[in-house]
């Protein structure tokens, strides 16, 4: 049932579930320091973006890891993520690119995820939207 790499929290897919791919089902975190981040668009650090949602999200997974980083926490203490999209059909159409800018910039961690399509984000360029929840071990 542990899908994670080096993770200290507990990964559970039980056998009862539909097997997933690129999330897990549950997550059962190691005593720690929480880390809530602000959602995390794919602006770089000047302010602009690409167009491609594919681009966006590499970017958005970038500032993810940057601020992990500057709380002292990794991507494997990533715990539960949501992702938000504007264009739910393009996302899953890039659903193979998507996974593997995931994996470049945050390794296989696969924590509890959700997708939600939404209707616009505060930039309107903005594309997709990642807020995560980490917890640090002790």
């Known amino acids: 049932m542990d899908r994670a790499v080096n993770t200290p929290h507990l ?15 549950a997550v059962v975190t190691s005593p720690g320091r929480l880390v809530f981040l602000a959602g995390q ?3 770089r650090t000047d302010g602009s ?5 594919v ?16 709380a002292e ?8 993520m949501q992702i938000f999209v504007t264009d739910l059909a393009g996302y899953r159409d890039a659903l193979g690119e998507v996974g593997e800018a995931y994996r470049r910039v945050l390794g296989r961690h696969y924590p509890a995820t959700s997708l939600f399509e939404v209707s616009s984000l505060f930039d309107p360029s903005a594309l997709v939207e990642l807020v995560c929840t980490a917890v640090v071990p002790e």
């Open 11 to 25: 990964m559970l897919n039980p056998s009862t579930l539909p097997t997933p791919s690129g999330y897990t089902h």
């Open 41 to 43: 668009t794919g602006h």
């Open 49 to 53: 973006i690409d167009e491609a949602l």
């Open 55 to 70: 681009e966006q999200f590499e970017q958005a997974a970038t500032n993810v890891a940057i601020a992990l980083e500057a």
């Open 73 to 80: 926490a990794a991507p494997q203490h990533i715990v539960t």
